[in-house]
């Protein structure tokens, strides 16, 4: 699969033909068809006492399917398999580790958006991002322009699909005023210079967060879209399936998981250094969880093991009086690109480990944010008071290493 990286960092996307070759498609759509009979299954047990029959599979815009995750990933079987398999191909995951400049991105999630039950319409423009718990927007931009991009994302349509719209350019700048003036009065209709993704079937589109983009129509037409990223690393949270898939890909899977926990030592390493006030020892982290970042991007880093260290915090019951309570309730799961990974990570701090953590990174916290409560369309948070857009001006990281003195 050949690829234009130059064209992808510039626009931040491609649209690539039979992503899925075309002897394979009828097969795996089959698969994935029984993974979805599974999955509704699933919902319709989990169904409240006022849900239809068929639970999120008929209330939800967009039914979404997590292949990796329990109880969905113990359906997975040798019927099945290829739905987990696709991922490694090298059509994705070899075309993924070329645009992001690496030598074996791993794959973070994998599901499947369905159509609904019903016509549901358009959804609003938005970037995948949350400025509250994982860093404001140029943070994000500084460290895509200085190194290039952590994550991909990627949409691959079982059925044609063209569902999809994305600004082209918009995952390296911020919103403009006009775009502002439009999301606030009717997030759902097409920006100046949005494009519309035509994928046929086997085709995908993969394009670098925090692009702007649009699902246009949530509509009853089939739609079967495989979607989910790669990165660096990642963070099995079930590996049931692992048995059912074929050698090679078994190999590739183990791999991944044993670098993302070697990731996870690292992180330690980075959050110990912080607790030990060891400079040495936190930029030699810094460098080993993202090899040949640049200063903006080391400052990036440093700010995903802020919330890493405020959810360690969190998770050991101490009393953030000073952490708001939209924060409060994000820190449960694992974020792909970031360094929080979820409550078992914890465990490896003590209690007077974790307030001591968090009283280190409490100045870089407060740069974050304001008393002000801020709101901006365009993201998939409500009104908070941290920064959406705004990362600590004239704040580095060896300005963070100095305030362990004071």
């Given at each position: 699969?050949?690829?234009?990286?130059?064209?992808?960092?510039?626009?931040?996307?491609l649209v690539l033909r039979e992503v899925v070759p075309p002897e394979n498609l009828n097969a795996l759509r089959e698969s994935y068809e029984l993974m979805v009979s599974r999955q509704r299954e699933i919902w319709s047990k989990e169904r409240g006492p006022n849900d239809p029959p068929g639970g999120v599979w008929e209330t939800s815009p967009q039914p979404r399917l997590l292949l990796g995750r329990d109880p969905l990933a113990k359906r997975i079987d040798e019927e099945t398999a290829s739905t987990v398999e696709i991922w490694a191909h090298e059509n994705m995951q070899g075309a993924s580790s070329e645009l992001l400049g690496a030598e074996d991105a791993g794959v973070t999630e994998m599901m499947l958006m369905c159509s609904p039950v019903k016509d549901c319409g358009p959804a609003a423009w938005h970037r995948d991002h949350h400025p509250i718990d994982t860093a404001p927007l140029?943070?994000?931009?500084?460290?895509?322009?200085?190194?290039?991009p952590r994550y991909v994302q990627w949409n691959l349509s079982l059925y044609d699909d063209n569902v999809l719209w994305v600004l082209p350019g918009s995952h390296l700048r911020v919103n403009t005023e006009a775009e502002n003036r439009q999301l606030l009065a009717d997030p759902k209709t097409p920006l100046p210079g949005a494009v519309q993704t035509h994928l046929n079937a086997g085709d995908g589109v993969v394009y670098i967060l925090p692009i702007l983009h649009w699902g246009s129509n949530y509509s009853r037409k089939m739609r079967r879209t495989i979607h989910g990223g790669f990165s660096n690393h990642t963070h099995y949270q079930a590996f049931d399936y692992i048995d059912f898939l074929s050698l090679a890909v078994q190999d590739k899977f183990h791999r991944w998981n044993e670098r993302s926990e070697q990731m996870?030592?690292?992180?330690?390493?980075?959050?110990?250094?912080?607790?030990?006030?060891?400079?040495?020892?936190?930029?030699?982290?810094?460098?080993?969880?993202?090899?040949?970042?640049?200063?903006?991007?080391?400052?990036?880093?440093?700010?995903?093991l802020c919330k890493?260290?405020?959810?360690?915090?969190?998770?050991?019951?101490?009393?953030?009086?000073?952490?708001?309570?939209?924060?409060?309730?994000?820190?449960?799961?694992?974020?792909?690109?970031?360094l929080n990974w979820g409550p078992p990570f914890a465990e490896r701090f003590t209690k007077e480990e974790a307030v001591t953590l968090w009283e280190r990174f409490k100045?870089?916290?407060?740069?974050?944010?304001?008393?002000?409560?801020?709101?901006?369309?365009?993201?998939?948070?409500g009104p908070m008071h941290y920064y959406f857009n705004e990362m600590p001006a004239n704040f580095g990281v060896a300005d963070f290493i100095q305030t362990w003195e004071l």
């Open positions: 699969m050949k690829v234009n990286r130059d064209q992808f960092m510039e626009d931040g996307y140029q943070g994000y931009i500084d460290d895509i322009v200085e190194t290039g996870q030592g690292w992180t330690e390493n980075a959050l110990r250094a912080v607790i030990e006030k060891n400079s040495t020892d936190y930029h030699a982290a810094l460098e080993n969880l993202h090899p040949e970042r640049g200063e903006k991007g080391k400052m990036l880093s440093t700010v995903f890493a260290a405020c959810f360690v915090a969190l998770e050991h019951g101490c009393q953030l009086t000073d952490i708001p309570d939209d924060l409060k309730n994000r820190g449960k799961g694992f974020h792909a690109i970031t100045p870089v916290d407060a740069l974050l944010k304001t008393d002000e409560e801020l709101y901006l369309p365009g993201f998939q948070s």
